[in-house]
């Protein structure tokens, strides 16, 4: 086989891996409203079932980068690994009270193992990246996202039994570590820099690293939050406007819709942000994203159609920007500090997400869903004058070869 050849073959494996595997994160998620339903779950509960991977996933990251297990493992094997680590943990919650504190714990063992499987799977598609890596990442960070929704999927079609769902994310991620062993690891392989605690500071002392660490919490604050309760949004919504008999299923789908299409921003983004720029690129997205926050609630119990076209335009801009922040951070900080860079824009911002997932049920409370996601555009208005700002720093020469 050529070695394109085996290039295409090895991406496409990665990246369905990855897929598959990624149905995890989101599969108690999906089916809080059937939880509510049958274990009346609280407010922090419901939160906790996203937040708990989160958490996991910081700690997963940052004991990986202290030891180094991506260097001192072999990738696929770790690969295979987390994603069955994270398959059993997933599986144990249809034996625990959903109620109880073992909903949690399990969820954040599962967000350790996925800090095995999303920055693994990114380095294994760089081994085989050569003057392509936007769209590389591009292509990642779609299956990252379409993996995200799958559950959303699965759950449409599991009628009211929310065990349906988190058992085919098991099933899922069960397959990704069987199927990650049959890609190949490209020629450009080498050592991640070292973590270095000591450098942390200099992410907030050197300005251009600041303003894209900025840039990327804006981002984070909006992201996980939405991905998160979009579901319940539109459950409640379709509630008020559709026949109870297909109100559940069509906003199941319509949530499955409103995440994977950010697919379709990601890899568009991966593509057009070498050559239109990274801070044009973000910009835009967050602009765009940012807006969809603010007033996608006046829609709240209004015509389906156009809610879920707004939703899907969300989706789209939500994803577009996300992979330029982890680009702009390489590009600007000292090659001797990128992994300490990266690895510290990575726990800043999912322990961000960890604020709005649980703000949510008191801004429902407060404000309503009719406006209940409008403080999240704060988040995109903050990353949008962050990326300004570097745009318009000499150092943003570094970014896109020049393109800012």
Same mark, same amino acid.
């Given at each position: ?94 034996? /625990?009270?959903? %109620?109880? $504190?073992?909903?949690? &714990? #399990? ?7 996925? =800090? @095995? !499987?999303? +920055? ?43 065990? /349906?769902?988190? %058992?085919? $994310?098991?099933?899922? &991620? #069960? ?7 049959? =890609? @190949? !690891?490209? +020629? ?43 579901? /319940? ?8 406007? #559709? ?7 069509? =906003? ?153």
């Amino acid at each position: 086989m050529s070695l394109s050849a085996s290039k295409r073959a090895s991406v496409a494996i990665i990246a369905i891996a990855q897929l598959m595997a990624m149905a995890l994160w989101f599969s108690a998620s999906a089916v809080v409203p059937q939880l509510v339903a049958e274990f009346r779950l609280s407010g922090f509960m419901q939160s906790a079932l996203t937040s708990g991977v989160q958490l996991g996933f910081v700690a997963g990251c940052l004991a990986s980068a202290f030891l180094s297990l991506a260097d001192r493992l072999e990738l696929r094997r770790l690969f295979a690994a987390s994603a069955l680590l994270g398959a059993g943990a997933n599986a144990l919650l249809l034996v /625990v009270d959903p %109620a109880s $504190a073992w909903m949690p &714990a #399990l969820r954040f063992v599962t967000g350790v193992a996925m =800090a @095995g !499987v999303y +920055p693994v799977g990114m380095k294994l598609a760089s081994t085989w990246a050569k003057g392509d890596m936007g769209l590389m990442v591009g292509i990642l960070v779609g299956a990252l996202t379409l993996g995200s929704a799958s559950p959303h999927l699965f759950n449409a079609y599991a009628g009211v039994d929310w065990r /349906v769902p988190v %058992a085919a $994310a098991s099933v899922s &991620a #069960l397959a990704a570590a069987l199927l990650i062993g049959r =890609a @190949g !690891v490209g +020629p450009n392989l080498a050592p991640a820099p070292r973590f270095d605690p000591s450098a942390v500071l200099v992410a907030w002392r050197d300005v251009p690293l600041r303003l894209a660490n900025l840039g990327y919490l804006g981002h984070m604050w909006e992201l996980y939050a939405m991905w998160a309760w979009i579901g /319940v949004f539109l459950q409640a919504s379709f509630a008020l406007t #559709l026949p109870a008999e297909v109100a559940p299923t069509y =906003a199941k789908l319509a949530a499955f819709a409103t995440i994977a299409s950010g697919a379709i921003g990601s890899i568009g983004a991966g593509v057009l942000a070498d050559r239109l720029g990274r801070t044009t690129l973000t910009i835009v997205a967050m602009a765009v994203s940012g807006s969809c926050a603010a007033g996608v609630g006046v829609l709240f119990g209004g015509p389906p159609a156009v809610l879920v076209a707004v939703c899907v335009v969300w989706g789209v801009s939500i994803v577009a920007d996300s992979a330029q922040f982890s680009a702009s951070i390489a590009e600007l900080a000292d090659r001797s500090r990128v992994g300490t860079m990266l690895t510290l824009q990575t726990a800043l911002g999912f322990t961000l997400t960890l604020a709005t997932i649980h703000l949510m049920p008191s801004l429902v409370e407060a404000l309503t869903w009719r406006y209940a996601f409008v403080p999240l555009a704060i988040g995109p208005a903050v990353g949008v004058l962050a990326m300004a700002r570097l745009r318009a720093h000499p150092r943003s020469v570094a970014l896109a070869g020049g393109r800012r």
